[in-house]
């Protein structure tokens, strides 16, 4: 069966006043129809440029240098801002982190859910463009009254909730969700995670997660890609990455997790910070910080070993010359 995205080897550069950035580098996955697929790391290791870079919505200042990027196996890499336009909103859509600037903040729910319906749809009578609103306002768990109210009237998770309502009002085969819980406390956040599962359940519309936080993704996702200085580290269905985790990156995010921590003892640290993408390090990116780091990690990149038929991991500690190392993470209880 072939895959609903695939993106091969996908690099994106950004020109800044003080050299070319190498945001993403070589990047490969695919996702297919109806997956949930979690993308984690840091803040600044690429997750959101890569999704953006895929929908086509990066600055002037970014350009996609190497890789492809294939839609139901069609090529849309060179695609140009006209035939992007028509595939925005219909094919995928994207779910931002903070609700209340992807809104305005002077026009009612209602009225914002009926421009994205219209956009593809702009003969729609007027009676019928009423019951669509009110029907993805209900699909989201709102009651259609919230049409009627601006955004400052609304909870953080409302107007999340509405945000998400716009993002399905052409039915996209594909969800990209950045961050979609970071604004929301904890009880929002498992509420809007449940959400956008029971969508996805509804729907059949595939969902890339992106997130830093991976007790986060633990609750929706059906596989997970560990991402580090622009390029995947780790991938594998959400069993295999937090039940059995292979890369010391993979490990050293486990161990931050708050619910990891003894009573008594500082919540632990990755040591350091992502290296500058101006200029990557030669070799493993993350050997810096690596207290498992082999002299190979300083000189050469690792490639990706494959651990099952579903599970990768880009570490030399997977190369069957390396010395057997117990992983420092306990078993993963969601």
């Not at 702009?122 to 009254?145: I, K, Q, S, T």
């Not at 929706?220 to 937090?242: I, N, W």
């Given at each position: 069966?072939?895959?609903?995205?695939?993106?091969?080897?996908?690099?994106?550069?950004?020109?800044?006043?003080?050299?070319?950035?190498?945001?993403?580098?070589?990047?490969?996955?695919?996702?297919?129809?109806?997956?949930?697929?979690?993308?984690?790391?840091?803040?600044?290791?690429?997750?959101?440029?890569?999704?953006?870079?895929?929908?086509?919505?990066?600055?002037?200042?970014?350009?996609?240098?190497?890789?492809?990027?294939?839609?139901?196996?069609?090529?849309?890499?060179?695609?140009?801002?006209?035939?992007?336009?028509?595939?925005?909103?219909?094919?995928?859509?994207?779910?931002?982190?903070?609700?209340?600037?992807?809104?305005?903040?002077?026009?009612?729910?209602?009225?914002?859910?009926?421009?994205?319906?219209?956009?593809?749809?702009?003969?729609?009578?007027?009676?019928?463009?009423?019951?669509?609103?009110?029907?993805l306002l209900d699909l989201v768990g709102l009651d259609?009254?919230?049409?009627?109210?601006?955004?400052?009237?609304?909870?953080?998770?409302?107007?999340?909730?509405?945000?998400?309502?716009?993002?399905?009002?052409?039915?996209?085969?594909?969800?990209?969700?950045?961050?979609?819980?970071?604004?929301?406390?904890?009880?929002?956040?498992?509420?809007?995670?449940?959400?956008?599962?029971?969508?996805?359940?509804?729907?059949?519309?595939?969902?890339?997660?992106?997130?830093?936080?991976?007790?986060?993704?633990?609750?929706?996702?059906?596989?997970?890609?560990?991402?580090?200085?622009?390029?995947?580290?780790?991938?594998?269905?959400?069993?295999?990455?937090?039940?059995?985790?292979?890369?010391?990156?993979?490990?050293?995010?486990?161990?931050?997790?708050?619910?990891?921590?003894?009573?008594?003892?500082?919540?632990?640290?990755?040591?350091?910070?992502?290296?500058?993408?101006?200029?990557?390090?030669?070799?493993?990116?993350?050997?810096?910080?690596?207290?498992?780091?082999?002299?190979?990690?300083?000189?050469?990149?690792?490639?990706?070993?494959?651990?099952?038929?579903t599970h990768f991991a880009a570490t030399w500690l997977?190369?069957?010359?390396?010395?057997?190392?117990?992983?420092?993470?306990?078993?993963?209880?969601?």
């Amino acid at each position: 069966m072939s895959a609903l995205l695939d993106v091969q080897d996908l690099s994106v550069t950004f020109h800044s006043p003080h050299g070319l950035v190498e945001a993403v580098r070589g990047v490969s996955f695919s996702l297919q129809a109806g997956e949930v697929l979690a993308i984690v790391g840091e803040s600044g290791c690429g997750k959101s440029v890569l999704c953006k870079s895929i929908m086509k919505l990066l600055p002037e200042s970014a350009q996609i240098v190497g890789g492809r990027i294939l839609l139901k196996g069609t090529d849309i890499t060179g695609y140009t801002e006209r035939e992007m336009r028509r595939l925005r909103g219909r094919a995928f859509s994207m779910l931002f982190q903070d609700p209340m600037t992807a809104l305005a903040p002077t026009m009612t729910i209602g009225r914002q859910i009926g421009e994205a319906v219209l956009v593809h749809r702009p003969r729609l009578p007027r009676a019928a463009l009423r019951r669509r609103v009110a029907e993805l306002l209900d699909l989201v768990g709102l009651d259609p009254a919230a049409a009627r109210l601006c955004p400052y009237a609304l909870s953080g998770g409302m107007r999340q909730r509405s945000v998400l309502a716009v993002a399905l009002a052409s039915e996209p085969s594909l969800l990209f969700a950045d961050e979609p819980t970071t604004a929301l406390d904890v009880t929002i956040q498992a509420q809007v995670l449940d959400l956008l599962r029971a969508i996805q359940q509804k729907l059949g519309t595939a969902t890339v997660l992106v997130s830093h936080d991976l007790a986060v993704v633990a609750r929706a996702a059906d596989r997970v890609a560990v991402m580090y200085a622009g390029k995947l580290v780790e991938t594998g269905t959400a069993e295999e990455v937090f039940y059995d985790p292979r890369h010391p990156y993979t490990w050293g995010l486990l161990r931050a997790l708050p619910a990891r921590a003894r009573e008594g003892e500082p919540l632990y640290t990755i040591p350091g910070m992502p290296p500058s993408l101006i200029d990557p390090p030669k070799g493993d990116a993350f050997a810096c910080r690596n207290e498992y780091a082999l002299a190979i990690d300083y000189e050469e990149m690792p490639p990706m070993f494959q651990i099952t038929d579903t599970h990768f991991a880009a570490t030399w500690l997977l190369d069957p010359r390396a010395p057997k190392i117990e992983p420092p993470v306990g078993r993963w209880s969601k």
